[in-house]
């Protein structure tokens, strides 16, 4: 994110573009800008995806481990999130730099996913109480160009949902001890029901009105506005306010109900995407090379 | 894993190449629009990622700057998800910091630092995934980052590992080659001059080989510096087109 110097006149022109509904690069509103995506470019990982929202470039790649699931949970496997601002986005993320943003990411991640309503854990189950699969979810934020909590969350679903858990049965029970067979053929594998995860829609709010995916000029324009998680079947699973400024009641009701709209859309239109690109030849894969 | 699978008795190495071969190398540049300078290199299934900012004023304490020359910052992390084992962390690790080292020592020698005193530049490098030959691809990848910047260099640097198999030398080895057991030979030079700027061995073998080795290392990074260089004009006409049209 190179550092944004913004004029009064600037903001002015922002200000009048999102009063007249037409803003600075001729979206409205609720418009959304071009977004790539492809998933399956890391091969050491059991699923990947790699989102380019404008200039926010997130790579995303979930390893799966077994594991002991947590005492208080025995029949559920796990998920685990991780954040990495790279300093390739900016050299303010060098070291440790990154690591404030990261966090707050990675922690609405986990708040959004926790909801039952989002994932069944106990798909993730092998043997109640011993044996579990964990999905490490890990995310590399390579570049900042705006909204980058509607992007990780877009990379986040198409990562898992290209996921493969191999098949795994547990075969003989040595005493106490159980014995897993994994599958050898290494295309024996299930996918995640990916449907109800969630997509993120950011609203900014910018004088009287709020828009949805903001550029980095626009996110210097406002002082306020919300985060709002919403799972496939239209169910908000987490919402935080954010910036440094205030909301109206009425004002948060009526974003939220946006936001839900919106998150709704996203999410059926990503689904629409990921199946398209499930049905396409691996040989069309592009990566970084463009 | 013995030397022999390493090399089959046709000399045929365990992804199917012939001792002197390289693997495919693929790079892009100017893949990100807000750092100065950005390359995307692949070296077969290593792939890495490399941004670079500057030449910019001292970020933080002012006392790393240099009065006479540049102070080249480097960080080398690797994505958590990049190898076969989850790593828990991306940086911060001893070889990470190492590998940072290392770069920052591979650049000073070939940046012409001399032209910005006072100032830094910053070169990021990222690994995508890892399958051997991580440093090498590194600096492959941040070269090119830095032509992308059009920071001035005294020569490109270019790397290649090589190693020794059954008294073979292998050229650009892979990460079941390196974790073999075998030696493993890094070097780094500029290739005009011929000059060696980094340099580092595993393992041990008998000095009579070294001087064969170090040529299979060096002949590799020679060729890896002519594709580099094909690259680098492919990009530059490319963008000479589209600045004469528009």
């Known amino acids: 994110?190179?550092?944004?110097?913004?004029?009064?006149?600037?903001?002015?022109?922002?200000?009048?573009?999102?009063?007249?509904?037409?803003?600075?690069?001729?979206?409205?509103?609720?418009?959304?800008?071009?977004?790539?995506?492809?998933?399956?470019?890391?091969?050491?990982?059991?699923?990947?995806?790699?989102?380019?929202?404008?200039?926010?470039?997130?790579?995303?790649?979930?390893?799966?481990?077994?594991?002991?699931?947590?005492?208080?949970?025995?029949?559920?496997?796990?998920?685990?999130?991780?954040?990495?601002?790279?300093?390739?986005?900016?050299?303010?993320?060098?070291?440790?730099?990154?690591?404030?943003?990261?966090?707050?990411?990675?922690?609405?991640?986990?708040?959004?996913?926790?909801?039952?309503?989002?994932?069944?854990?106990?798909?993730?189950?092998?043997?109640?109480?011993?044996?579990?699969?964990?999905?490490?979810?890990?995310?590399?934020?390579?570049?900042?160009?705006?909204?980058?909590?509607?992007?990780?969350?877009?990379?986040?679903?198409?990562?898992?949902?290209?996921?493969?858990?191999?098949?795994?049965k547990v075969a003989t029970m040595d005493g106490d001890q159980p014995e897993l067979e994994l599958s050898d053929d290494p295309y024996d594998t299930k996918r995640l029901n990916t449907e109800n995860l969630p997509c993120v829609v950011t609203l900014m709010k910018i004088g009287n009105h709020y828009l949805v995916d903001p550029t980095p000029e626009e996110e210097c324009c406002s002082s306020s506005g919300i985060v709002v998680a919403v799972s496939g079947n239209k169910k908000i699973t987490a919402v935080r306010k954010i910036g440094s400024g205030s909301l109206h009641p009425d004002s948060l009701v009526s974003m939220l109900k946006t936001g839900s709209?919106?998150?709704?859309?996203?999410?059926?239109?990503?689904?629409?995407?990921?199946?398209?690109?499930?049905?396409?030849?691996?040989?069309?894969?592009?990566?970084?090379?463009? | 894993m013995s030397g022999n699978e390493l090399l089959s008795d046709q000399g045929l190495r365990i992804d199917g190449r012939k001792p002197n071969e390289l693997r495919r190398i693929r790079c892009s540049l100017g893949i990100f629009s807000q750092a100065d300078g950005s390359a995307y290199l692949e070296q077969g299934n290593t792939k890495v990622l490399a941004a670079v900012y500057g030449p910019h004023e001292i970020r933080g304490s002012k006392s790393k700057a240099l009065h006479d020359k540049a102070f080249i910052n480097c960080q080398f992390s690797t994505a958590t998800f990049s190898m076969g084992e989850r790593k828990r962390r991306p940086r911060g690790d001893r070889k990470s910091t190492e590998m940072s080292t290392h770069l920052e020592e591979t650049f000073s020698a070939a940046i012409r630092t001399e032209l910005y005193p006072r100032s830094q530049i910053d070169i990021f490098v990222e690994v995508l995934q890892a399958d051997g030959g991580n440093y090498t691809a590194c600096v492959n990848a941040a070269m090119m980052?830095?032509?992308?910047?059009?920071?001035?260099?005294?020569?490109?640097?270019?790397?290649?590992?090589?190693s020794l198999v059954k008294d073979v030398p292998l050229v650009d080895v892979n990460h079941v080659e390196q974790s073999g057991g075998s030696p493993e030979l890094v070097v780094s030079i500029l290739p005009n001059s011929g000059e060696i700027v980094y340099m580092s061995l595993t393992q041990r073998f008998h000095i009579d080989h070294l001087s064969k080795v170090l040529d299979t290392a060096i002949k590799g990074c020679k060729d890896i510096g002519a594709i580099l260089n094909e690259i680098m004009k492919g990009h530059l006409t490319k963008l000479d087109t589209s600045l004469q049209a528009s």
């Open chain 2, 145 to 162: 980052a830095l032509v992308d910047a059009g920071v001035p260099l005294k020569d490109t640097v270019v790397s290649c590992t090589a």
């Open chain 1, 1 to 168: 994110m190179a550092e944004i110097l913004l004029s009064e006149a600037e903001k002015a022109f922002i200000h009048h573009g999102v009063q007249d509904d037409l803003r600075c690069d001729g979206r409205t509103r609720l418009d959304y800008r071009p977004i790539i995506l492809e998933t399956g470019l890391v091969s050491n990982a059991s699923g990947s995806a790699r989102l380019r929202l404008a200039n926010s470039d997130i790579l995303v790649g979930v390893k799966v481990e077994l594991a002991s699931p947590s005492p208080d949970k025995p029949q559920e496997g796990r998920l685990e999130f991780f954040v990495d601002c790279s300093a390739n986005a900016t050299p303010e993320f060098e070291g440790r730099g990154g690591e404030d943003l990261a966090n707050e990411i990675c922690r609405f991640l986990q708040r959004s996913y926790a909801s039952g309503d989002t994932i069944n854990l106990a798909e993730l189950s092998i043997l109640s109480g011993q044996q579990c699969w964990v999905l490490y979810v890990d995310i590399l934020i390579l570049e900042c160009g705006g909204n980058l909590y509607d992007a990780t969350f877009m990379a986040v679903k198409s990562a898992l949902y290209a996921t493969q858990i191999p098949s795994i």
């Open chain 1, 261 to 290: 709209d919106v998150g709704a859309k996203v999410n059926k239109t990503l689904m629409i995407k990921l199946l398209e690109e499930k049905n396409l030849e691996k040989s069309q894969k592009v990566g970084f090379m463009r």
